[in-house]
């Protein structure tokens, strides 16, 4: 049986690269680069040259790069930082978007309890927000605007240079959570008018637990673990210098390849994507051309997100899917309730998310398996049964 990953939007195998980077620092120069001594100073030229890296990819200073925990850290700390500036002026106006990760929603949401307003921006059928719809909600008292770059569950790419451009003439921050979008787009924080950015490396074959805040300089930030001066004081905790080698490794690498990749890996979605759509009753979730690479996230009637995924793994297929079990509650995903999903039709999605690796023999594969498991699972089902035989009525055509 084939073993397919098709989950690489939760996270990815590591590339060699990215290993072979890593392991010196494990074995050899395994210093504190807070140490003065010879292997101390090893493992912080290390770190410069990291910082260097990631730096010159994104179009920035060294001295704009911090480094966290991961993607989640650092959008906690952007927008933490961004409110408590606005605070000090009385501007406690933040503007987001419902589909956003919940590392920024729970860390809005905290804000809220705190007195700030938060404005979440509806999403657009298509999975789109318009540079117009943050013009509009931008007033006197805004002091964030925090906005994805792509979202890990449709896939769609948000018009960033745009919004940027409307946050710089308004002279709001702009935060984007970057985390799909790194070393899978082409990202210039300068040329796209980006003031923070949050990146994780796993999501582009390095390691876990190794993230980048980009804050412009001049941007004050906020510590959110107090400690040691590493960061520039922003930041406490020895560094993961094997995680911050790996990182920039593995972003080198993606970003080299980024035009290539994309070819490759939109090709092979498309052919998915045509495919799964032949399935009757089924529908695709986000922006058809405005998609990331790798992205397919489709929604089937009479189908259960989880007992598909199950059936899926048997027959040797990783993949994902919007209704949140994991989390305890029944609820469906958040983003596809707000690109105007019912409940009942966000519980049967599926997401397969492909990365370079994937070959067309798995496309094939997975177009033979998984239209055989949703006709199975539809036929065990009494409420598909009532559809069939008109006493429900279908709500996709
Ligand atoms: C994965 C992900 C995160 C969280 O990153 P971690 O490094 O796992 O903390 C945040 N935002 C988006 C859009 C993601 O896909």
Not at 27 to 37: A, I
Not at 138 to 143: F, L, Q, V, Y
């Given at each position: 049986m084939m073993q397919i990953y098709a989950d690489n939007a939760a996270t990815t195998k590591m590339s060699r690269t990215a290993i072979d980077a890593m392991l010196p620092y494990m074995?050899?120069?395994?210093?504190?680069?807070?140490?003065?001594?010879t292997v101390g100073q090893q493992a912080a030229e290390a770190l410069a040259k990291a910082r260097e890296t990631v730096a010159s990819l994104l179009g920035c200073e060294a001295r704009e790069i911090y480094f966290t925990s991961g993607g989640s850290e650092a959008d906690n700390q952007a927008i933490i930082s961004a409110a408590r500036i606005g605070a000090k002026k009385g501007k406690k106006h933040i503007i987001s978007t419902a589909f956003e990760h919940h590392a920024v929603l729970h860390t809005l949401e905290k804000l809220r309890k705190e007195g700030f307003d938060i404005e979440l921006l509806d999403v657009h059928a298509n999975g789109m927000i318009s540079a117009q719809q943050v013009a509009d909600a931008?007033?006197?008292?805004?002091?964030l605007v925090t906005i994805m770059y792509a979202n890990n569950e449709i896939g769609s790419i948000l018009p960033i240079p745009e919004i940027g451009a409307v946050c710089k003439e308004k002279g709001v921050l702009f935060h984007t959570d970057a985390v799909q979008a790194a070393g899978h787009l082409h990202i210039n924080v300068k040329e796209q008018n980006i003031d923070m950015l949050s990146l994780s490396a796993h999501k582009f074959h390095g390691p876990k637990g190794s993230g980048v805040l980009y804050a412009r300089k001049g941007i004050p930030l906020t510590n959110i673990i107090e400690g040691g001066a590493q960061e520039r004081g922003k930041r406490a905790g020895t560094e993961n210098i094997p995680g911050i080698v790996g990182m920039a490794a593995a972003m080198k690498e993606a970003c080299e390849h980024i035009d290539e990749d994309t070819k490759k890996v939109s090709a092979l979605r498309d052919k998915l994507i045509a495919g799964l759509s032949k399935i009757p009753h089924s529908i695709l979730n986000g922006d058809p051309v405005n998609r990331l690479p790798g992205n397919v996230n489709m929604c089937f009637e009479g189908v259960e997100g989880e007992s598909l995924l199950l059936l899926l793994d048997r027959d040797g297929i990783c993949a994902s899917s919007g209704s949140a079990c994991t989390s305890g509650s029944l609820d469906p995903s958040h983003v596809l309730l707000s690109i105007g999903r019912p409940h009942e039709i966000a519980h049967g999605s599926l997401r397969l998310s492909l990365c370079s690796w994937n070959t067309e023999e798995e496309i094939d594969y997975m177009l033979e398996a998984i239209p055989k498991v949703i006709e199975y699972l539809r036929s065990i089902s009494p409420l598909w049964r009532d559809k069939v035989e008109n006493r429900k009525e279908f709500i996709l055509k």
């Open positions: 074995e050899t120069f395994y210093g504190n680069p807070s140490s003065l001594h931008i007033r006197e008292d805004t002091c």
